[in-house]
């Protein structure tokens, strides 16, 4: 007996991205061909742990990062003892995961939708991008993912988030992003200065 199909399933952010952010930008940038549009490539997460954490705080960060990702995470390990930090080497500093196709675009979701409105006097986010298209967030308390559950936190974990786009620009980048929810904080424009009077 053959198995029946499942049926194809597309997060609903990647479904916006090609209903709603694609015709924006092609209106906006005036792109003649749907290659030139930039879409969002791989999202990565990052996170570094203490030198002087035992294998019961490693173990816990790693399956943290596995619930928040949804995906195992790899270890990070220090390429060299650093005897001013109390590093050996191959030592566990960190573990980051790499999250592309429907897993990433399910973690944006979460991020934009869930995560980000749940800080505290929240005002958005910087819109400085890296120069090459790409963004980097940093959240202090990882927490504020509802799939962590606090009770089993022994300590904060920070996290850094990185966001691998097809711009050529940070300006692409950033429009690209703003159209899928990125919340940019406002920059005001500067206030001119008073012309000089003659005397």
Known sequence: MVAPKMSSYTPVLQKFYHEQVVPSLVKSRGYKNKHQVPRLL?????????AEADKNQIADVLRDMGVLAGQKPVPAKARKAIANFKLKEGQTVGCY???RSASM???????LAVALPTIRDFRGVSPKLDGQGNYNLGIEDFT??????????KKTMGL??????????DEEGRELLRLLGMPFRRTEPAAPKPAAHAA
């Open 144 to 153: 504020i993912f509802p799939e962590i559950t606090v009770e089993n936190v």
């Open 97 to 99: 995961v790499t999250l």
């Open 160 to 169: 850094d988030i990185t966001f691998v786009t097809s711009a050529e620009t």
């Open 42 to 50: 791989k999202i990565t997460l990052n996170t570094g742990i203490d």
């Open 105 to 111: 675009w399910e973690f944006l979701y979460r991020l």
